[in-house]
């Protein structure tokens, strides 16, 4: 019975379905959701306890769209099984339920997430950023481009290009610093056994430019 069931179906899709109505705990969850919105739990647990609700209350919707969809397609073959098909009289064939609006709903958004995650890839910013645009466009309900142009946005990228050059200008002052203020003509005897192999060689190159 169960090669009858699953003829014609796509292995894909069923184990779509499988994992669409596996049950889910709600640490699982929210674990997810942690993770894929890159939130705080200490300081940001209201808005997880949101958002934990909300994918409890999307997976119960596409339970029962799935539910009805495999329903009507166990009929369709039980009956088939009995009676060809053309045999059947107009009462007896099955009848396909109508899309539900809240399964269109689901797959227009799982459509919509996906296309915004490809959307956030390919901006030209750092992770930490990234992360930081994610958060924000769940938290105002906006799409991560719109999250990307807010005021909050780009002054976390501003501040992200000052540290960075800050640090490039920090470690290419370093090297300069240390020829700029060594004077070899003052140093002391005790001075010239401290020096390093490298300012050694450079003392005594001062030296035979003195002679």
């Not at 379905?17 to 942690?34: G, M, N, P, W």
Request: charged share 45%.
């Amino acid at each position: 019975m169960e090669n009858i069931q699953n003829e014609g179906v796509d292995p894909k899709e069923k184990q779509q379905e499988e994992e669409a109505l596996k049950e889910v705990e709600d640490e699982e969850i929210r674990s997810q959701v942690v993770e894929r919105y890159a939130l705080d739990e200490d300081t940001q647990s209201e808005t997880i306890d949101k958002l934990v609700e909300d994918k409890k209350e999307e997976r119960k919707k596409l339970g029962t769209a799935i539910g009805q969809k495999i329903k009507w397609r166990d009929t369709a073959k039980a009956q088939k099984e009995q009676k060809p098909k053309d045999e059947l009289s107009p009462d007896t064939q099955p009848k396909e339920p109508s899309k539900q609006p809240i399964e269109e709903d689901i797959i227009r958004k799982i459509a919509r997430e996906e296309a915004e995650e490809r959307d956030l890839e390919s901006l030209d910013t750092s992770d930490e950023i990234k992360s930081q645009i994610k958060s924000y466009a769940k938290i105002n309900k906006v799409s991560y481009r719109q999250a990307e142009k807010s005021d909050y946005i780009s002054f976390l990228k501003q501040k992200e290009a000052e540290k960075i050059k800050a640090e490039e200008a920090s470690a290419g002052s370093k090297g300069i610093g240390i020829k700029a203020k060594r004077d070899f003509a003052n140093l002391s005897n005790e001075d010239i056994k401290n020096l390093s192999d490298e300012d050694y060689k450079e003392y005594n190159l001062w030296l035979k430019s003195q002679e």
